[in-house]
């Protein structure tokens, strides 16, 4: 998967999601670099414009093409549900091949409910990552193709599918109280992504799924949510090691997902690209279905 991606996608469609600025709009440009139509989702219609534009501006040719953008906020379930509807419309009659999410930024510990009395955080970091594929597909826009998550993978269980967004634990003051509780939401969230990303296909079978950990990538702000040094310190570092290619950039990593798009890759891979085996806890079918299903069920 480290190949410089170069497949003719000029007969396929992309939806690229969080995709304002950082890895998701780098990728929505190599998707039009390799011919395909674009649909960039994120939440500053100033910044998707540009992305737009620069899409256009490397796509082979425009002709039939879409380059398309949706102003959105998926930190609600009516605000993720607005959004796919956008999708359907956008891509009506077309449908779409290629998925690739990278929404959000790293968990911070903190617990703030939405108009749904879920948390914020995990709204956008799990449940708008489950929604996208899985209501896409439901609805016949998504038939066949490849989804993939761009986030840490790895999650341990057991995880309470009861209280996927901690709420019952922020009521008992057990979740909530920021940096202390950073690496439990960190694991929360990519253990239900590990979980749902295995159980896509068992649902969809004409649909792979894969969830790719893309360490620190130079110049995006996944870290924001980091404390203020934390954050800062590794922005600073991370710039020059990305200027002499130790790391990569937003460009330089962008071929990646679209090579496990397009290559129809299933399961769960480090930033190193190697496969990574599911906590046992996960691998289980009963424990991702009943994470399938209490998915489902804050969607409903």
């Given amino acids: 998967m480290t190949v410089q991606a170069s497949e003719d996608l000029s007969a396929k ?50 002709d039939g093409k879409v380059f398309d953008y949706i102003v959105a906020d998926l930190s609600s379930v009516s605000g993720i549900k607005a959004a796919v509807k956008d999708v359907e419309k956008k891509f009506s009659g077309k449908g ?19 108009q749904d009395g879920y948390d914020k955080s995990f709204t956008v970091q799990v ?11 439901k ?15 790895g999650g341990k269980g057991p995880i309470d599918v009861t209280d996927l967004d901690f709420g019952v634990a922020h009521g008992r003051n057990e979740y909530g109280r920021g940096l202390r509780d950073l690496p439990k939401a960190g694991n929360r969230d990519s253990a239900c992504v590990d979980a749902f990303t295995l159980e896509f296909k068992e649902q969809f079978p004409k649909i792979n799924a894969a969830h790719i950990f893309p360490g620190v990538v130079a110049g995006t702000n996944a870290l924001r949510n980091w404390p203020g040094p934390l954050s800062t310190v590794v922005g600073v570092l991370s710039a020059p090691l990305g200027a002499v290619g130790i790391l990569h950039t937003a460009p330089t990593y962008a071929h990646i997902p679209v090579n496990y798009a397009t290559s129809g890759a299933n399961g769960l891979f480090t930033r190193a690209n190697t496969p990574v085996k599911a906590d046992p806890w996960i691998q289980d079918p009963q424990n991702r279905r009943a994470i399938w299903q209490a998915l489902e069920k804050m969607l409903a």
């Fill in 13 to 62: 469609n992309a939806l690229c999601v969080g995709a304002s600025q950082g890895i998701g709009a780098a990728v929505a440009v190599q998707f039009a670099k390799q011919g395909a139509s674009v649909v960039v989702i994120g939440r500053s219609e100033g910044l998707l414009k540009k992305v737009v534009a620069d899409a256009r501006a490397a796509a082979p040719s425009t």
């Fill in 96 to 114: 779409v091949q290629y998925i690739v999410q990278s929404q959000g930024a790293t968990p911070n510990g903190v617990f703030a409910l939405n």
């Fill in 127 to 137: 449940l708008s990552r489950f929604a996208f594929p899985y209501l896409l597909a």
């Fill in 139 to 153: 609805s016949g826009t998504f038939k066949e193709g490849s989804v993939v998550s761009v986030c840490a993978s």
